[in-house]
């Protein structure tokens, strides 16, 4: 997948280009040897389809020059103490990677070509030294081209990855954090890469996920949580309006994202677990600005609804998925692809709807391990025909969620405490016999604290739970 590259990586890769460097003298100071100068002139400053002809009629040659041979240093290696020629080497090598892909797979024909390129990603602490981002950029595009999954890439791409999370975690300059993402939806080719990429996730995953938290809404200072954000329409889109978060930056992590979306049979319930990402893509379906962004949304939601349709289907209807799908269709929509996929999730989505009760949408609700003012919690008939079927249902796992639930302070959503309470009071009421099973959880004594709490809602609906027990308590008396 080709993508042009960020303004501040051209701007730089220009700047570097058309540096002069004295390459006599480099030669003649033992930088680098006569052979070397003689292939760097070859393809230096030529046209396009010269500097290709070049090189593919000797691509052991420039596999020499780069990346050397036992008993020959290559030139990164000769060069390593003159930060001009490296640069220079590294973007030239980036130019070649362009005009002639055959040269990434001919650099393997040695078992470990990364071996002087590793180094440079930790070339100095200073952060504007552009050999470690210049040097990511060579290593992204060689594993691209070459798809390779030999030992060493497996051994490579970690560190790379590693480099990369480092700038996606630079919150104030969204050219690099772009920069990274790009890189990282190259280096996703196949399936080892991304298998590796998931295995990083807290380095290279959760800082993407938190750029699309903050164009949601939801930034880590806002104090706001996906729920409740959830439930608000905004209006303006992304671009100046959410969080700060530009389109470009956006499209490539929703990019990302979709690609690993293709090992959803494998990752898809962790990342709903550890990221809600089915109610953080229907936030930000609901905001998208374009439908490029649109279609890469829904792809990705169809991905992984597909392949984990018992557990990612009911968060979907949680999320309220199935009525914002209408709504988007109901957009003046003129990519086909585009409506295609939205299709075939609504369709989807309407097959699981037929056949689910309320009782079915309520379990979903608490196994999400997040509650909120849905309809069965204030619906006296609900209560009366399922309270037991609740308590009973997989050897009492409804109430055991419920009592994990309660264990959180819920600082930022007090609303989920006030909930619970309303839930575990209604258990008791409807099936008093049972009342000794939600003690045994600590149901009973986390009422009781929370009456104290700093919310109202929250100690009026636990007072009201706490009435249960007593008025049963009184009764037996």
């Given at each position: 997948m080709?993508?042009?590259?960020?303004?501040?990586?051209?701007?730089?890769?220009?700047n570097?280009?058309?540096r002069?460097?004295?390459?006599?003298?480099?030669?003649?100071a033992?930088?680098?040897?006569?052979s070397?100068?003689?292939?760097?002139?070859?393809?230096?400053k030529?046209?396009?389809?010269?500097?290709?002809?070049?090189?593919?009629?000797d691509?052991?040659?420039?596999?020499?020059?780069?990346v050397?041979?036992?008993?020959?240093?290559?030139?990164?290696?000769?060069?390593?103490?003159?930060?001009?020629?490296?640069?220079?080497v590294?973007v030239?090598l980036?130019?070649?990677?362009d005009?002639?892909?055959?040269?990434?797979?001919?650099?393997?024909?040695d078992?470990?070509?990364?071996?002087?390129f590793?180094?440079?990603l930790?070339h100095?602490?200073n952060?504007?030294?552009?050999i470690?981002l210049?040097?990511?950029?060579?290593?992204?595009?060689?594993?691209a081209?070459?798809?390779?999954?030999?030992?060493?890439t497996?051994?490579?791409?970690?560190?790379?990855?590693?480099?990369?999370?480092?700038?996606t975690?630079?919150?104030?300059?969204?050219g690099?954090?772009?920069i990274?993402?790009m890189?990282?939806?190259?280096?996703?080719y196949g399936?080892?890469?991304?298998?590796l990429?998931?295995?990083?996730?807290?380095?290279t995953?959760t800082?993407?996920?938190e750029?699309l938290?903050?164009?949601?809404?939801v930034?880590?200072?806002?104090?706001?949580s996906?729920?409740?954000?959830?439930t608000?329409?905004?209006?303006?889109?992304?671009?100046?309006?959410?969080?700060?978060?530009?389109?470009?930056l956006?499209?490539?992590?929703?990019l990302?994202l979709?690609?690993?979306?293709?090992e959803?049979?494998?990752i898809?319930?962790d990342?709903?677990?550890?990221?809600?990402?089915?109610?953080?893509y229907?936030?930000l379906?609901?905001?998208s600005?374009?439908?490029k962004?649109?279609?890469?949304?829904l792809?990705?939601?169809?991905?992984?609804l597909e392949a984990?349709?018992?557990?990612?289907?009911?968060?979907?209807v949680?999320?309220?998925?199935?009525?914002?799908?209408?709504?988007?269709?109901?957009?003046?929509?003129?990519d086909?692809?585009?409506q295609?996929d939205?299709?075939?999730?609504?369709?989807m989505?309407?097959?699981?709807t037929k056949?689910?009760?309320?009782?079915?949408?309520?379990?979903a609700?608490?196994?999400?391990?997040?509650?909120?003012w849905?309809?069965?919690?204030?619906?006296?008939?609900?209560?009366?025909?399922?309270?037991r079927?609740?308590l009973?249902?997989e050897?009492?796992?409804?109430?055991?969620?419920?009592?994990?639930?309660?264990?959180?302070?819920?600082?930022?959503?007090k609303?989920?405490?006030?909930?619970?309470?309303?839930?575990?009071?209604?258990?008791?009421?409807?099936?008093?016999?049972?009342?000794?099973q939600?003690?045994?959880?600590?149901?009973k004594?986390?009422?009781?604290?929370?009456?104290?709490?700093?919310?109202?809602?929250?100690?009026?609906?636990s007072?009201?739970?706490?009435?249960g027990w007593?008025?049963?308590?009184?009764e037996?008396?």
């Open positions: 080709s993508l042009d590259p960020p303004p501040y990586l051209a701007t730089l890769q220009n570097i280009r058309q002069p460097i004295p390459w006599d003298g480099a030669a003649r033992g930088t680098i040897t006569e070397q100068l003689a292939k760097i002139r070859a393809v230096d030529v046209r396009k389809e010269q500097r290709k002809q070049v090189v593919e009629s691509l052991d040659g420039y596999r020499i020059l780069f050397g041979e036992p008993g020959t240093a290559g030139v990164l290696e000769s060069a390593s103490r003159r930060s001009d020629v490296v640069q220079y590294l030239l980036s130019d070649l990677f005009s002639v892909p055959a040269l990434a797979k001919a650099l393997f024909k078992s470990d070509p990364y071996q002087h590793l180094p440079l930790a100095s602490n952060p504007e030294d552009p470690p210049l040097t990511s950029t060579v290593l992204a595009t060689l594993m081209n070459a798809k390779d999954e030999s030992p060493s497996e051994h490579a791409l970690p560190l790379i990855l590693s480099y990369l999370c480092s700038l975690k630079n919150t104030n300059d969204a690099l954090q772009d990274a993402v890189e990282y939806s190259s280096l996703l399936r080892s890469s991304r298998q990429f998931w295995k990083q996730r807290s380095e995953v800082p993407l996920i750029i938290k903050k164009a949601a809404g930034g880590a200072d806002s104090g706001a996906l729920w409740s954000v959830n608000t329409l905004r209006s303006g889109g992304f671009e100046g309006l959410g969080g700060g978060v530009g389109l470009q956006l499209y490539h992590v929703l990302v979709w690609q690993l979306s293709f959803a049979e494998e898809g319930d990342l709903d677990d550890e990221y809600d990402i089915v109610l953080l229907t936030q379906l609901r905001l600005p374009k439908e962004t649109t279609r890469l949304l792809s990705t939601l169809y991905n992984l984990n349709p018992s557990t990612l289907l009911p968060a979907a949680l999320a309220r998925l199935p009525a914002l799908l209408q709504n988007v269709g109901g957009r003046h929509l003129t086909p692809d585009l295609e939205l299709d075939k999730l609504k369709e989505l309407e097959e699981y056949t689910k009760t309320t009782f079915d949408e309520y379990v609700e608490v196994q999400s391990g997040h509650l909120r849905s309809p069965p919690h204030r619906h006296q008939v609900f209560w009366t025909e399922n309270a079927k609740i009973e249902f050897n009492g796992e409804i109430p055991r969620k419920l009592a994990d639930i309660m264990k959180k302070p819920w600082e930022n959503d609303a989920v405490l006030a909930i619970a309470c309303n839930d575990v009071g209604n258990l008791v009421k409807e099936v008093p016999e049972k009342r000794y939600l003690e045994k959880l600590g149901l004594t986390r009422i009781m604290e929370l009456m104290q709490d700093s919310d109202e809602n929250v100690r009026w609906e007072l009201r739970a706490l009435g007593l008025k049963y308590s009184f037996n008396n």
